[in-house]
């Protein structure tokens, strides 16, 4: 592990770049040593930052769980951070482009959980029976470390390069559709850019969030009732500039729709 002290730095300089909207060097490359468990620990330090200046947690987003993101990345393992209060903005939000860094979107299914979550041997089917409904969401990637050469560990400190989410279209009870096979048309522009299906993400969409109680459990942690889980991207992260609109079909369960300002 790295020294507390280090791992204080770490997550000072984060919170510095969050609030400035830079990009600083990559941890990795001035701590190769840093594992896994490291750029957690910096994480959360991050996290109670936040929570400290008064922002409320609601939800966890799971990164990297299909080829198309691993593959546009780089990175061969899921991973997650925190969503606070202040960044769920619905369906038509006007985004101020400057407010992120290395800005893209990408598109994901939510899940709104009403009853607890725990690992560590939570399943599919738990996930199913503890979600009250399913709904469509856009995450924009905001991402305060280079992106060249960058590792997992890199992005976990990074609160997984979570910037916000758009969320709104039919929130959908779990069973009453095939999540497996929900599809999504990505528009800038009036253009199609991306598309792709849910199952793209370890299989099923579920998966994912089961994933994320497992893994919390080994962190101590849980997912409690009425968070929102955003399951992973089943499209490559699409990259907007200001002035860019953007729309996401997701056929029977609606539409999304932002615009960067």
């Given at each position: 592990?790295?020294?507390?002290?280090?791992?204080?730095?770490?997550?000072?300089?984060?919170?510095?770049?969050?609030?400035?909207?830079?990009?600083?060097?990559?941890?990795?490359?001035?701590?190769?040593?840093?594992?896994?468990?490291?750029?957690?620990?910096?994480?959360?330090?991050?996290?109670?930052?936040?929570?400290?200046?008064?922002?409320?947690?609601?939800?966890?987003?799971?990164?990297l769980?299909s080829?198309?993101?691993?593959?546009?990345?780089g990175?061969?393992?899921?991973?997650?951070?925190?969503?606070?209060?202040?960044?769920?903005?619905?369906?038509?939000?006007?985004l101020?482009?400057?407010?992120?860094?290395?800005?893209?979107?990408e598109?994901?299914?939510?899940?709104v959980?009403?009853?607890?979550?725990?690992?560590?041997?939570?399943?599919?089917?738990?996930?199913?029976?503890?979600?009250?409904?399913?709904?469509?969401?856009?995450?924009v990637?905001?991402?305060?470390?280079?992106l060249?050469?960058?590792?997992?560990?890199?992005?976990?400190?990074?609160?997984?390069?979570?910037?916000?989410?758009v969320?709104?279209?039919?929130?959908?009870?779990?069973?009453?559709?095939?999540?497996?096979?929900?599809?999504?048309l990505?528009?800038?522009?009036?253009?199609?850019?991306?598309?792709?299906?849910?199952?793209?993400?370890?299989?099923?969409?579920?998966?994912?969030?089961?994933?994320?109680?497992?893994?919390?459990?080994?962190?101590?942690?849980?997912?409690?009732?009425?968070?929102?889980?955003l399951?992973?991207?089943?499209?490559?992260?699409?990259?907007?500039?200001?002035?860019?609109?953007?729309?996401?079909?997701?056929?029977?369960?609606?539409?999304?729709?932002?615009?960067?300002?």
């Amino acid at each position: 592990m790295l020294p507390p002290e280090t791992i204080e730095a770490i997550a000072a300089e984060l919170a510095d770049a969050h609030r400035d909207r830079a990009v600083v060097p990559r941890i990795t490359a001035r701590h190769p040593e840093a594992t896994v468990e490291d750029s957690y620990a910096v994480q959360n330090v991050w996290r109670d930052r936040m929570l400290a200046e008064g922002r409320r947690l609601v939800g966890r987003k799971i990164g990297l769980t299909s080829r198309a993101m691993q593959a546009a990345t780089g990175i061969t393992e899921p991973d997650y951070g925190v969503m606070f209060d202040d960044t769920v903005v619905g369906t038509g939000a006007v985004l101020p482009h400057a407010e992120f860094s290395n800005v893209r979107i990408e598109v994901e299914l939510a899940f709104v959980l009403g009853e607890r979550l725990e690992g560590p041997h939570c399943t599919l089917f738990d996930v199913l029976r503890a979600t009250e409904y399913v709904t469509p969401a856009l995450e924009v990637l905001n991402s305060h470390i280079e992106l060249e050469g960058r590792t997992i560990v890199d992005t976990i400190a990074d609160n997984a390069a979570y910037g916000a989410m758009v969320i709104g279209g039919n929130p959908t009870p779990p069973h009453a559709v095939d999540l497996r096979w929900v599809s999504a048309l990505l528009y800038r522009n009036e253009t199609v850019e991306e598309t792709g299906v849910a199952a793209g993400v370890l299989n099923h969409p579920a998966t994912g969030v089961a994933w994320l109680a497992n893994k919390l459990h080994q962190h101590g942690d849980r997912l409690e009732a009425g968070e929102i889980i955003l399951a992973g991207s089943f499209t490559r992260p699409m990259w907007v500039s200001p002035g860019d609109t953007v729309l996401c079909d997701y056929g029977p369960m609606g539409t999304l729709t932002c615009r960067f300002d």
